[in-house]
């Protein structure tokens, strides 16, 4: 991931997990290791885990390891996680085929169907025993997950939480952006006065969550702490956010109240810039209500991993909690010509800049807003 | 932390909103029937099940709303709308920013899904239909709710097998703890289609006989269970409300293995008990532990509403009355009165996943 956003790569490219007629126009990211051996490596090379499944369960070792947690210490812990599209690649083919009266004797599809196969995958490979719970929000799931996982710390029910979301590539969602008219042939263009819609991705990421207290006294190595999280709900239409932004500035401020901050207290925003044309404008007027005359660095990283959804949210938690770490700040890809109006500084390049608190914002239909706020150190 | 529930609305094969609900309980009378499914191939099957009954919408919702809701949305705004109804609030005497909505499913809206693939095995990938793809996600019935309601509170879906409506509950108050919301309305529904009937089939899973017309069985080692769907809303406020509570929920939490809340002080535990003897050795064993660690009975109301993903809210539906009413509903098994029970003062609600989750909560008399 970091080498992808140091360099500007985009994960961008053609379709290849399907056949489909709509492939030669749209583009989508697929992720780009070799998923099977991958898990096969871990042991489940026989498990009934769906590819939403077992990208969860790759990030999740990724993370277990990078923490340097005694796996007996996870026995207590809960987990959260966001998702949508769940285990929608196989369970669509499973109805596909039998809609077109083919005989079918594997069954696993049904099972792995459900957002919680990746939990119960989880909890099995790790021996989860805390609160466990899928949050499926559309593309705002994952910050919600990792925002409750949060809440779960802060009021002293735990003190580990694996948070995160996962989703794969899935014709449902693939199709239904599609038929929405908001996905891009080119790729997505995040806050370009000519943009032309998103691009649906695929992919996981998780945190792992710990009271200070906890992550002290075993001589973690803290990267940042969570110390706001925002809610809010538009109901104002079934996927357009609302014009002026409301919901999104209410959820962006609940955050920063939460935290003890405000907006000028932000260094780095990385939005949720879907490049569509209704999100990118609603954001951009929260933004610019939000912080006035103060001006945050902001990107959004759709370009590099497409729109991935209900893992959005978490694999642009990592992204903030990188850039409050190495002070590296990644480009918003795809941008040429700004919002005509806008006075946002949006990143044309990568930008070396200290950064004490990030924000993170994901948005998802209903009008459903969630904002995380990431702080290098505590201020309250 | 403890927290008051005012409101409740439900739709179910018992009936639609709480005065049919309690009428059923009362008089032992089980949702049960035979109805036809459609099958992918275009037969028909007959087998027994306790579909929700259709509810009075336009008693809540006008004609506008309702020609954008599907069979299950429609169930879970009418059953959201019951809640707050029946806890004598006026969606205009409350804060939107401070109304929350809460909502567990587990297969979420199913229906319009399969009518979103069929639209393009049908007409092709370019001709998808957008309408029935913008109401597939899971997150439809919160989010159809708060449209209804204008609630811009917190809004969240959880979605975890049996335990989605406890997952919810467990966030519901969590959220509540936080201060994140003056009053969440905090609910599940799921619905039995046509092809949920079908494919949970080829499991093995479902009884197709007309002898189960009477319902289920749950004390009976069976082959098969019977399925239903229903749609239950609550209305959660801090204890500090001025509404008269029907009951208190002092914790909700989930989980995976052994329980972690182990404690005498119940009168009843409810349970999900389907009587299907293939209901995975983790849930028999969970009720075992149960009643090796409570001194009370063990007891489920599912021959009354039936066994689905989220039929546990109204599991919660039935011990909330039972705590308000200070009274005790018989359990059925095929349509007769099987267990009877004093009325409760503390209830303890369990629910487990066959894949190892379990969600609970403790109940109290107001």
């Not at chain 1, 594997?106 to 989880?122: E, F, G, I, P, W």
């Not at chain 1, 990030?358 to 990431?374: D, E, I, R």
């Not at chain 2, 996600?137 to 879906?157: E, F, K, P, R």
């Not at chain 2, 197709?208 to 080692?221: I, K, M, T, V």
Request: proline share 3%.
């Amino acid at each position: 991931m970091q080498r992808a956003l140091d360099k500007g790569q985009s994960g961008v490219g053609r379709l290849t997990l399907w056949k489909s007629p709509l492939a030669k126009t749209y583009p989508v990211a697929e992720y780009n290791g070799d998923l099977e051996a991958e898990i096969a490596a871990d042991g489940w090379a026989n498990e009934r885990l769906s590819r939403s499944d077992k990208l969860a369960v790759l990030a999740t070792l990724d993370a277990i390891a990078d923490s340097g947690l005694d796996p007996n210490a996870l026995r207590s812990a809960g987990c959260y996680f966001g998702q949508s599209v769940c285990g929608t690649f196989g369970s669509e083919t499973y109805y596909v085929a039998s809609r077109a009266g083919k005989p079918l004797n594997d069954h696993s599809a049904l099972s792995t169907h459900q957002s919680a196969s990746s939990l119960d995958a989880l909890g099995r490979r790790f021996g989860l025993s805390g609160p466990i719970s899928s949050f499926m929000t559309a593309c705002s799931s994952s910050a919600n997950a990792i925002g409750l996982a949060a809440l779960e710390i802060e009021t002293g029910h735990q003190s580990i939480m694996l948070a995160g979301g996962t989703d794969s590539l899935s014709q449902i969602a693939y199709n239904g952006f599609c038929s929405l008219q908001v996905v891009s042939p080119d790729g997505p263009r995040p806050f370009d006065e000519n943009r032309s819609g998103m691009c649906v991705g695929e992919g996981a990421a998780v945190l792992i969550l710990e009271s200070e207290s906890h992550a002290r006294q075993r001589g973690a190595t803290i990267y940042a702490f969570v110390s706001g999280y925002g809610h809010s709900c538009d109901a104002h239409h079934l996927t357009a956010p609302h014009p002026e932004g409301h919901g999104a500035i209410r959820a962006m401020q609940e955050a920063l109240t939460h935290a003890g901050l405000t907006g000028g207290d932000i260094d780095y925003v990385n939005a949720h810039g879907t490049a569509t044309r209704d999100n990118d404008a609603t954001e951009s007027i929260a933004l610019s209500k939000l912080f006035g005359d103060h001006r945050p660095s902001i990107s959004s990283t759709k370009r590099y991993f497409g729109h991935t959804l209900g893992a959005a949210g978490a694999i642009e938690a990592v992204i903030c909690i990188d850039a409050m770490m190495r002070g590296v700040l990644p480009a918003n890809l795809g941008l040429e010509t700004p919002i005509a109006g806008s006075d946002l500084d949006i990143l044309r390049e990568s930008q070396t800049r200290e950064v004490r608190h990030a924000l993170s914002n994901s948005f998802g239909f209903g009008g459903n807003n969630a904002a995380l706020v990431f702080s290098r150190e505590m201020s309250v | 932390m403890s927290v008051a529930i005012t409101g409740i609305g439900c739709v179910s094969a018992l009936g639609d909103g709480v005065a049919a609900t309690l009428d059923a309980l009362r008089n032992a009378r089980h949702g049960c029937a035979i109805h036809e499914f459609e099958r992918l191939d275009g037969t028909t099957v007959s087998a027994p099940a306790y579909l929700a009954v259709k509810p009075d919408a336009t008693k809540y919702l006008d004609k506008r709303k309702l020609r954008r809701m599907d069979r299950l949305v429609k169930m879970a705004a009418v059953s959201a709308r019951q809640a707050l109804d029946h806890a004598g609030i006026e969606t205009d005497s409350i804060s939107p920013e401070r109304l929350g909505v809460v909502t567990g499913t587990a297969l979420g809206a199913l229906n319009i899904t399969q009518q979103f693939i069929d639209s393009w095995l049908t007409n092709g990938e370019e001709h998808a239909s957008p309408l029935k793809f913008m109401n597939s996600v899971h997150g439809i019935m919160a989010s159809q709710v708060a449209l209804d309601l204008g609630a811009t509170g917190v809004n969240l879906t959880t979605s975890h097998r049996e335990i989605s409506f406890e997952a919810a509950l467990a966030s519901a108050v969590s959220l509540l703890e936080s201060g994140r919301a003056d009053i969440i309305l905090v609910g599940a529904a799921d619905e039995l289609t046509s092809l949920a009937h079908e494919f949970v089939s080829r499991l093995g899973v479902l009884s197709h006989s007309e002898d189960d017309a009477g319902g289920c069985q749950p004390w009976e080692a069976r082959a098969t269970i019977v399925p239903g769907d229903a749609s239950a809303f609550f209305v959660l406020e801090p204890t500090s409300t001025q509404r008269k509570p029907l009951a208190i929920l002092d914790w909700a939490q989930t989980g995976r293995g052994e329980p972690t809340h182990v404690s005498a002080d119940y009168d009843l535990v409810t349970t999900i008990r389907e009587g299907w003897v293939r209901s995975h050795d983790f849930r028999n064993n969970h009720e075992a532990v149960l009643q090796s660690q409570y001194n009370a009975p063990v007891v489920s109301h599912n021959g009354s509403f039936g066994v689905g993903f989220t039929t546990s809210a109204m599991q919660f539906a039935v011990n909330v009355l039972m705590l308000a009413g200070r009274e005790a509903f018989p359990c059925l098994s095929a349509g007769e009165m099987v267990r009877t029970f004093d009325a409760p003062a503390r209830i303890l609600h369990e629910n487990a996943s066959p894949s190892c989750a379990w969600g609970a909560c403790a109940l109290r008399q107001a």
